[in-house]
């Protein structure tokens, strides 16, 4: 996923949606891991 900034990557991570599709991805088993990523473009 993309987030335009921080505040809306922090406002998203604790949403009850985002909790539901991680209970989602556990019971269709199709990830074995997640790698996440985080990094800011400095102009």
């Known amino acids: 996923m993309t987030f335009k900034n921080a505040e809306a990557r ?3 991570l604790p949403h ?7 209970e989602l991805l556990g019971e269709l088993e199709i ?3 997640v790698f ?4 800011t473009i400095k102009p």
């Open 36 to 39: 996440v990523v985080d990094y």
């Open 31 to 33: 990830l074995d891991e």
């Open 16 to 22: 009850p949606q985002h909790s539901k599709f991680g």
């Open 10 to 12: 922090d406002k998203y």
